[in-house]
């Protein structure tokens, strides 16, 4: 298994495809919170017949170690860290939810890293008070006995899937449970506070955002929804922003197909441009 080191200890990453040309950007895939770097699976193929794709596992997800305590802007360094020990000079930023906020934060702080983003189902605002107050809870439980079944069905799916998702793709969230309650505990509830309870908002920061930008989210996303992604969009000089309807916020898993006519073109134009 293929490690890396961080200032968040070590992160699981996977390979695939090479670059065209020696100055491509690399595609690095980044994940939500309670997922692994496996819900790119129906993405990473297309993109790795253009060139090189790098897809981590956050800190406490997936095969990467249980971190310290940290914030978003911590992770994103984390990854700058990273991007040093694999010789990923630029990228094409690939994040969905958590990933898209640290993809933010790393253009942010480490602007000469980043070619292009693409920012899916994501948030630059902080968490509302009463949702704060919600995670948190739901954060010390899973923390301590893991999630019950019902409490995940009731409270977290919907957040994830569409009502027809739940209903025809039952497998999607058998699947989701399985993962957010197979996962190191401490380690998931550091990020989740880290991601929906300590996240500071970034909007502003956005403004400087020189690189090409691609927006999309899921019309039916009831966590991070589309006035979200329009915030984004709006704020950054050179974003474009996609709407796909009928989805929710784990696009990827519930159409990569639908996903991907929207990403592929997008890199395709980096890479060619």
């Given at each position: 298994?293929?490690y890396?080191?961080?200032?968040?200890?070590?992160?699981?990453?996977?390979?695939?495809?090479?670059?065209k040309?020696?100055?491509?950007?690399t595609?690095?895939?980044?994940?939500?919170l309670?997922?692994?770097?496996?819900?790119?699976r129906?993405?990473?193929?297309?993109?790795?017949?253009?060139?090189?794709?790098?897809?981590f596992?956050?800190?406490?997800?997936g095969?990467s170690?249980?971190?310290?305590?940290?914030t978003l802007?911590e992770h994103?360094?984390?990854?700058?860290?990273?991007?040093?020990e694999?010789?990923?000079?630029?990228?094409i930023?690939?994040g969905?939810?958590?990933?898209?906020?640290?993809?933010?934060?790393?253009?942010?702080?480490?602007p000469?890293?980043?070619?292009?983003m693409?920012?899916?189902d994501t948030?630059?605002?902080?968490?509302e008070?009463?949702?704060?107050?919600r995670?948190?809870?739901?954060?010390?439980?899973?923390?301590?006995?893991?999630?019950?079944?019902?409490?995940f069905?009731r409270q977290?799916?919907?957040?994830?899937f569409t009502?027809r998702t739940?209903?025809?793709?039952?497998?999607l969230?058998?699947?989701?449970?399985?993962?957010?309650?197979?996962?190191?505990?401490?380690?998931v509830a550091?990020?989740?506070?880290?991601?929906?309870?300590?996240?500071?908002g970034?909007?502003e920061?956005?403004?400087?955002?020189?690189?090409?930008t691609?927006v999309?989210?899921g019309?039916?996303?009831?966590?991070?929804?589309?006035?979200?992604a329009?915030?984004?969009?709006?704020?950054i000089?050179?974003?474009?922003?996609?709407?796909?309807e009928?989805?929710?916020?784990?696009?990827?898993?519930?159409?990569?197909?639908?996903?991907?006519?929207?990403l592929?073109p997008?890199?395709?134009?980096?890479?060619?441009?």
């Amino acid at each position: 298994m293929a490690y890396v080191r961080t200032r968040l200890g070590r992160l699981f990453f996977e390979e695939r495809g090479e670059k065209k040309r020696s100055g491509d950007p690399t595609i690095v895939l980044l994940h939500g919170l309670l997922f692994d770097g496996g819900m790119w699976r129906g993405q990473i193929e297309p993109l790795a017949a253009m060139g090189r794709v790098v897809v981590f596992d956050g800190p406490g997800h997936g095969k990467s170690e249980p971190p310290p305590r940290f914030t978003l802007e911590e992770h994103a360094d984390a990854l700058f860290d990273a991007f040093g020990e694999l010789g990923i000079d630029k990228a094409i930023l690939v994040g969905l939810s958590w990933g898209g906020m640290v993809s933010m934060r790393f253009v942010a702080q480490h602007p000469e890293k980043v070619a292009a983003m693409v920012l899916m189902d994501t948030s630059a605002d902080e968490e509302e008070l009463v949702k704060r107050v919600r995670y948190r809870a739901f954060i010390a439980m899973h923390r301590r006995v893991g999630l019950p079944r019902a409490l995940f069905d009731r409270q977290i799916a919907p957040l994830l899937f569409t009502d027809r998702t739940i209903c025809d793709k039952p497998e999607l969230v058998d699947a989701a449970f399985r993962r957010t309650n197979g996962f190191d505990r401490e380690g998931v509830a550091r990020a989740a506070l880290a991601v929906v309870v300590h996240r500071s908002g970034i909007l502003e920061k956005l403004r400087n955002v020189k690189v090409p930008t691609l927006v999309m989210v899921g019309r039916e996303d009831r966590s991070t929804p589309v006035a979200r992604a329009e915030a984004i969009a709006h704020a950054i000089p050179s974003a474009s922003l996609a709407v796909i309807e009928g989805l929710g916020h784990m696009a990827p898993l519930e159409d990569s197909g639908r996903v991907n006519d929207e990403l592929v073109p997008f890199v395709r134009r980096v890479l060619g441009g």
